[in-house]
């Protein structure tokens, strides 16, 4: 479970980046002036714009694990920021 939240956070860098990289070019910035490498900025809109089902799996299995046992190992680092940043993806994908 460890490991899932390390790559939901990572996934949740992701797509902050990914919402910056499409706000600066909505500015008329570049994006060869943001990231110049095309491969590391395709692969970080790809992992920004699919957390939101990683963190939904994250988010239901901690759900299951919880129902099932009572104690996890899991730092609260991970679930506050996988949290905060799953309701903001909702805002953004759904709402805003």
């Not at 902050?16 to 008329?28: A, C, D, P, T, Y």
């Not at 963190?55 to 991970?78: A, D, E, I």
Request: hydrophobic share 60%.
């Amino acid at each position: 479970m460890k490991m899932f939240a390390r790559i939901a956070v990572l996934c949740n860098l992701a797509f902050v980046l990914s919402v910056i990289m499409r706000f600066l070019e909505s500015k008329n910035y570049h994006p060869d002036n943001i990231i110049p490498y095309t491969n590391i900025r395709n692969t970080i809109i790809i992992m920004g714009y699919g957390a939101i089902v990683v963190n939904f799996l994250f988010f239901s299995s901690l759900l299951f694990l919880l129902m099932v046992r009572k104690k996890l190992n899991l730092p609260l680092f991970y679930m506050v920021c996988n949290g905060v940043v799953f309701i903001s993806q909702v805002i953004y994908f759904f709402i805003w």
